[in-house]
Each structure stands twice: as C-alpha cells, then as structure tokens.
C-alpha cells in the first residue's frame, strides 16, 4: 500500500501536480526562473560558486532550475560584463558539472539562450566593459548610450545558426531543456517592437516578417536538440510601452510559435527601461503576482503550456493562480533567493518558515557592485560552496546571552540554539523585532514585518529562552555570567540639536511610522534617505501632504539603484523635495529652511525627524568588558541595513 502523501500535497494540490512538458515529467508545477547573476568567469565559464548556487535551488524541491541568459553569439550578443558564454572554448565542463549538480539535487536542468541585440555593443544595466566594438540591432538608430548599426542580413543567418549550436551543446552537457529570449528588450524583443524595428527587409514591417528571425531561431534549436525535447520560450504579454508590442500583438506572436514550443513563460516590460526594470521584476509597490494576467490571457489562446511570473513567494497564491487556470506553471526569481527551500516547505506543509523576498533588489545590486549574489533575508545565499561542507559542532555547549531581539539578535540566538548551546534572549521591549516593526509599518514594506514573524517564530521552535521589558546592563551581563555575550542593541535615532526641535509638532521618524495618527493634514519631512524617503510615500498613502528636505543633491542617494528607480517614481509622486536645502530652524509654522542664500518657510502641521541613527558606542563598548567572549552585530556594530544584521549575526553565531 502507497504511503500517505506529503500534507502540502493536500493543501496545494495543484502546484504539486506532476505535469509533463515534452519528454519529461515535472514533479511539480513551480520551476526556479532564470536568474543569472555575475559569478561567471572572464572567459564565460560557470564557477564553482553559481554551480553552488543552482545546486542549491534544485536541492530546495523546484522541478526544474533554469540559468538565465546564456549568450549564444559572443561577438554580437554580450550584453553584460560576465555571462556564459556558449560559444568559448571549454565553457563545456562547467556545464556538464552544472547540469549535473541540478540533476543530484532532484531537479531537472534548464539554460536561457539568449543575445543583447543592440545592448551587445551599448552599456546596458549589466554591462559597461569588454563590449562588442558595433552595437548591431534591428534597424540603425541612436539610442541614449550611442549608435546602433542595422544588423546584416547574413549575421542574421550566423546568429540562426548559433542558437542551433549552442542549443546542441547544451543537450549534449546534460541539460534537459532550453528556453528561448524573446522578452524584456533584447534581441528578438527588439526585432519584435515596432518601435526598435523599421526595417525594409523581409525581418521588418508587418508583424509576421519582425516575427520571422525568431521563427527561423526556433526551428534551429528544435533541429539542434531533437524532437521532443523541451523547447521553453519566454515573451511578452505587452511590452507595456506606448510604441512597442501591446498585449493583441504579443498573443499573435505566441500563436505563431505555438507549434514550435513546448512551454510559454510570459512576462513584461523592458529590461533597460529604468522606468519598466521595476515592473519587469515588479518592485514592492506593486501587490505580488502583478504580471500574472499576462499568462492568463495568453494561456486562453494557445493549447500548449503556461507559465507565468511576478515576485510570486507564497504557495497558497500559486495554487489559487493554477487552480483558477491563470496558468500551468509558476516560475519564480527572488522568491528562491530568499529562501531556496520555498517548494520543500510547501510540500511539507512548512510555509510560515519560508522565508519573505524584501523586493529590495540587493541581489541585483550586489551583482552590479562585487560581481556577486546576497540576500538581505538569506545570510548564505552566495556563499553555497563553502555552507555546503557544512561548519563542525562545537566542542563545548556555551551558556550564551543576547542583548536585544532586532533582526540580529533573533538570528544569532536561531542559530546559536541549533548549534547545540543554551541561548538567552533578552529584549528591553515588549515584543521581538525591534526596528523591523517601523521598518515594515508602510504599506508597501508588509513582507518586513513577515520576516519578522518568521524569526519569532524559529526563536520560539529554536527553545530558545526570550526575556522581555528587560534592559541588559553591565550589572545583568555580570549576574547572568554568559559563557558569550552577543550585543544586538539597535541604533538611536539621531536628534540634533535644531533650535525648535522640542515644539510639540516634531515627531521621531520610528514614532511616525509606528502612529501615523499623530500626524497633521501637511508633513515636512527632515532627512531625505530611505528612512525619510519611504516616509513620504508611506504617508502620502494615508492621505498625507509631504514635503521632502534634504542637504544633499539627491534624496535616497544612498539605496541601489535598482530598488531605487522604483522608489523615486513613488517618492515624486508623494512629496515636495527640497534638496541642496538646509534647516535653520523648526517652527509653529513648520521648517525655517535656507537654500541658496535664501531663507524660505516649508509649511507643515507635524515635522518628522529622519535624519539617521547612530550607533551606541558607550553602551556597546560597557557591556562588552563584562564577558571575555563577545560579539558585536547588527546596527549597534555600525549602522546598516538588515542584510548587515542578519548577515553578521548568522557568521558570529557559528564561530561559537
């Protein structure tokens, strides 16, 4: 007699439906979309670290984990600084391993194949080095990064062919299907878009001849790899711009492959519009599964699978969106950056530990900035390779105490608990969370006080023991006597010493967030970071008037800029800036500010205090020289974001 199924069989049972896409048989529904960030070598190589990487989502229970953006034509089609690159002399061993590495962990192995078009030759939001000499697209114009060359005829014949050749390799290293670019701005997006195409050739004017260099493409990766081989291909269902494809078009175009296909992945936008990069990989001002609608309506037209995206991360969202018939198949992004095991927990009916995506683009950020991966939530994502081998127990069990319950200190005490030591918590609060409950008060941030509650939650499971409206202090590090001390304090908002910042209108930024209610009709905000910045858009949502004052030239300067682009359509929208403007004074009347040798008055009801933390050096260092062991994490280390406190809580914990 069969064993009873997992219980996430029965609450989800359409996402954990086997289904069958050409010749294999996808466990389930969820497939890790492709991601492709930079840990790739000079020469277009996989390193250890990315094949760490997708091991690890495979090993987390999706049914198929793709690659995303393998160039298939180098001279033409690099669009970023370092991808694979299908076409290099001995690319072919690290694919194998890759292939492999998904194959062991439980899944089946996909790869993206794709060209940058015109962005092969222009700086794009991945790449601004070791460029193609000629920015080859559909047509020859002037884009904002430089000129653009009309592709000839005959290198649209070569780039046919290397979609065939490279789709081969990629059968012959052990991949099990491969999908096809034709979205988000490159290549054959732009031999798409009527705005990219003008060509006069039988690649341009009506859409079945713009269509025709993507038809020729298919059939050369179906003769590539074979019949029944799983073709995927990933299109837009609208380019959500004023010139390019709208959604009728973009139903025709997957008519057109349909018999040449084996599953759609639908998503949107453009990948180098700044002003669409946040719908494309929808932003948190935009509710999860945004894009979904695009699948669906494609999924009415056509007879073959498909998937759909859209910053998808909870389970009970996908089953209602495949049990609805919105579509066949999730594929998820970010969602497994933050936690790969999303699909295992599901499965085992776990999904309040999964981990919440931020929507804070760090992954992309860090990509851009080092070259590779983090994740504000996940303290080992891009660090797979050396977690893999796992880190030795501890040779003593420890008594260990926790000064504060903020992010860094509930990650420190999971961890510290799982390794075997007997952990203390200890919270001058009522609750746990610390700056994670501001931090999450606007509407658009509801996935932070989510993680929130995740790490609650592990610390209670952990056993470990919480303690709370306790201060510590250097007589209750003395008393309690901890084997090791970890300090996970916070941070103090700053106050500085404005004249008039004691009047009865002034509120704290962490007060503000917590009880909007307080505040008046017209808001000023002082500080224009993120804090103060994501204040305006937040408050602006209840119905506020804001106004922005900052010192500097730019407000949220500081944030990356891929979680950036999204945040400032949404501050613009909310506040009137002030930058390049300093307060003199706060008023009844509101803020005495000066800019440019000239004094001006930035009305307001209630003015809000965002102009920063500052680390608690005194206490910090106090409570320190009551342990021989200790360690310092989180905003009390050095003012930071929530990465730093997780990231640095987790790695302290260990060496314990």
């Known amino acids: 007699m069969a064993g009873k199924c997992a219980r996430g069989k029965e609450k989800y049972p359409h996402l954990f439906e086997p289904v069958r896409i050409g010749n294999i048989r996808m466990k389930n529904r969820i497939?890790?979309?492709?991601?492709?960030?930079?840990?790739?070598?000079?020469?277009?190589?996989?390193?250890?670290?990315?094949?760490?990487?997708?091991?690890?989502?495979?090993?987390?229970?999706?049914?198929?984990?793709?690659?995303?953006?393998?160039?298939?034509?180098?001279?033409t089609g690099k669009s970023h600084n370092k991808q694979l690159q299908l076409d290099s002399f001995g690319v072919k061993q690290?694919?194998?391993?890759?292939?492999?590495?998904?194959?062991?962990?439980?899944?089946?192995?996909?790869?993206?194949?794709?060209?940058?078009?015109m962005y092969g030759g222009l700086a794009s939001v991945g790449g601004d080095q070791d460029r193609p000499a000629v920015a080859y697209g559909p047509s020859r114009m002037t884009m904002p990064a430089g000129e653009v060359e009309e592709m000839p005829r005959e290198m649209i014949f070569e780039i046919v062919e290397s979609y065939k050749t490279s789709a081969k390799?990629?059968?012959?290293?052990?991949?099990d299907m491969v999908q096809v670019h034709a979205a988000h701005g490159w290549l054959f997006s732009q031999f798409l878009s009527p705005a990219f195409n003008k060509r006069t050739d039988e690649f341009g004017g009506s859409l079945e001849n713009r269509a025709r260099f993507l038809l020729m493409a298919l059939d050369a990766v179906r003769e590539g790899v074979g019949p029944h081989f799983p073709i995927e291909i990933r299109i837009s269902g609208d380019d959500l711009s004023t010139n390019g494809l709208g959604m009728e078009d973009c139903i025709k175009v997957?008519?057109?492959?349909?018999?040449?296909?084996?599953?759609?992945?639908?998503?949107?936008?453009n990948h180098e519009d700044p002003a669409l990069f946040c719908r494309t990989h929808p932003s948190a001002f935009y509710p999860r599964g945004v894009n979904v609608y695009l699948a669906a309506e494609i999924k009415k037209q056509v007879n073959k699978p498909v998937a759909c995206v859209g910053s998808l991360n909870n389970p009970a969202q996908m089953e209602q969106i495949i049990a609805d018939g919105q579509a066949d198949i999730v594929e998820i992004g970010r969602a497994l950056l933050a936690d790969p095991y999303l699909a295992k927990k599901a499965l085992e009916d776990k999904a309040d530990d999964i981990t919440p995506c931020l929507r804070c683009y760090e992954c992309f950020g860090e990509t851009s900035k080092s070259e590779t991966l983090k994740c504000t939530v996940n303290p080992t994502m891009g660090q797979q390779l050396p977690a893999k081998y796992g880190k030795a127990?501890?040779?003593?069990?420890?008594?260990?105490?926790?000064?504060?319950?903020?992010?860094?200190?509930?990650?420190?005490?999971?961890?510290?608990?799982?390794?075997?030591?007997?952990?203390?918590?200890?919270?001058?609060?009522?609750?746990?969370?610390?700056?994670?409950?501001?931090?999450?008060?606007?509407?658009?941030?509801?996935?932070?006080?989510k993680f929130a509650h995740v790490l609650e939650a592990r610390v209670a499971k952990a056993g470990v023991t919480v303690v709370l409206n306790t201060e510590v202090t250097p007589?209750?590090?003395?008393?309690?006597?901890?084997?090791?001390?970890?300090?996970?304090?916070?941070?103090?908002?700053?106050?500085?010493?404005?004249?008039?910042?004691?009047?009865?209108?002034?509120?704290?930024?962490?007060?503000?967030?917590?009880?909007?209610e307080k505040l008046g009709r017209r808001v000023a905000i002082m500080g224009g970071g993120l804090v103060g910045s994501e204040a305006a858009v937040s408050f602006s949502h209840?119905?506020?008037?804001?106004?922005?004052?900052?010192?500097?030239?730019?407000?949220?300067?500081?944030?990356?800029?891929?979680?950036?682009?999204?945040?400032?359509?949404?501050?613009?929208?909310?506040?009137?800036?002030?930058?390049?403007?300093?307060?003199?004074?706060?008023?009844?009347?509101?803020?005495?500010?000066?800019?440019?040798?000239?004094?001006?008055?930035v009305e307001a009801d209630s003015v809000v205090c965002a102009l920063g933390f500052r680390s608690p050096y005194d206490k910090v260092d106090a409570l320190c020289e009551c342990a021989d062991e200790y360690y310092i994490v989180g905003d009390c280390s050095n003012v930071g974001q929530i990465y730093q406190a997780t990231n640095q809580a987790y790695y302290a914990a260990l060496r314990v």
């Open 31 to 75: 497939i890790a979309a492709p991601t492709s960030p930079s840990m790739i070598t000079t020469e277009g190589h996989f390193t250890p670290e990315m094949t760490a990487y997708l091991e690890e989502k495979a090993k987390g229970g999706v049914g198929v984990v793709t690659y995303g953006e393998a160039i298939v034509h180098s001279a």
């Open 542 to 601: 209840e119905g506020k008037q804001c106004s922005i004052i900052e010192m500097k030239p730019a407000v949220a300067e500081e944030v990356n800029s891929f979680y950036r682009g999204g945040l400032m359509t949404e501050v613009e929208k909310s506040a009137d800036i002030y930058v390049n403007t300093k307060v003199k004074e706060i008023i009844p009347a509101g803020v005495l500010c000066e800019r440019d040798g000239e004094e001006f008055v």
């Open 393 to 449: 127990a501890p040779k003593k069990q420890k008594k260990v105490l926790i000064a504060g319950g903020g992010p860094a200190g509930m990650q420190a005490a999971v961890t510290l608990a799982e390794r075997g030591h007997e952990v203390t918590l200890v919270d001058k609060a009522g609750k746990l969370g610390g700056n994670l409950h501001p931090a999450g008060a606007p509407y658009f941030k509801e996935d932070i006080l």
């Open 94 to 117: 690290g694919m194998a391993q890759v292939a492999r590495a998904i194959h062991n962990g439980g899944a089946y192995a996909n790869i993206q194949l794709s060209h940058g078009g």
């Open 254 to 269: 997957a008519k057109m492959v349909e018999d040449k296909v084996d599953l759609y992945n639908v998503s949107c936008g």
């Open 169 to 175: 390799l990629c059968k012959d290293c052990g991949f």
């Open 475 to 516: 007589e209750y590090v003395k008393a309690f006597a901890p084997d090791a001390l970890f300090v996970a304090i916070g941070s103090n908002e700053l106050r500085p010493p404005i004249k008039g910042i004691d009047l009865p209108h002034v509120i704290m930024a962490v007060d503000a967030e917590l009880q909007p």
